[in-house]
């Protein structure tokens, strides 16, 4: 089992920062890949971003690219979305996920790919 924690939402004005993490903890085999998903009130969950255990492939969604950078921590458990240039229509919950994609963006950018879940954070974008 591996049980997530998302932090770092909050409220902040178009144009601006913030920085959400995503701690890993319990027992599990290693090697698993993370992902951001969010989902907007009344859509559905959409892929954010994600990283691979090894941090050597990152993978985005159109929507973020050039605005968000996901990284992980050097002891592999910790999971890290820096976002810039926020929009009002970034506004969602974010969840993080943890799981053993297969290769390839598609893999990683389904929420079917990941079996372990965070509870969310919000985050608000405000014009």
């Known amino acids: 089992q591996v049980q997530l924690v998302e932090s770092g939402g909050g409220l902040v004005q178009a144009g601006g920062s913030l920085r959400l993490s995503c701690a890993a903890s319990?027992?599990?085999?290693?090697?698993?890949?993370m992902a951001w998903f969010r989902q907007a009130p009344g859509k559905e969950r959409d892929f954010v971003a994600a990283?691979?255990?090894?941090?050597?492939?990152?993978y985005y969604a159109d929507s973020v690219k050039g605005r968000f950078t996901i990284s992980r921590g050097n002891a592999k458990n910790i999971m890290y979305l820096q976002m810039n240039s926020l929009k009002p229509e970034d506004t969602a919950v974010y969840y993080c996920?943890?799981?053993?994609?297969?290769?390839?963006?598609?893999?990683?950018?389904?929420?079917?790919?990941?079996?372990?879940w965070g509870q969310g954070t919000q985050v608000t974008v405000s014009s």
């Open positions: 996920a943890a799981g053993w994609p297969s290769s390839g963006y598609y893999y990683f950018s389904v929420a079917h790919s990941y079996g372990y």
């Open positions: 319990g027992r599990t085999r290693s090697n698993y890949a």
């Open positions: 990283i691979t255990w090894t941090g050597g492939s990152t």
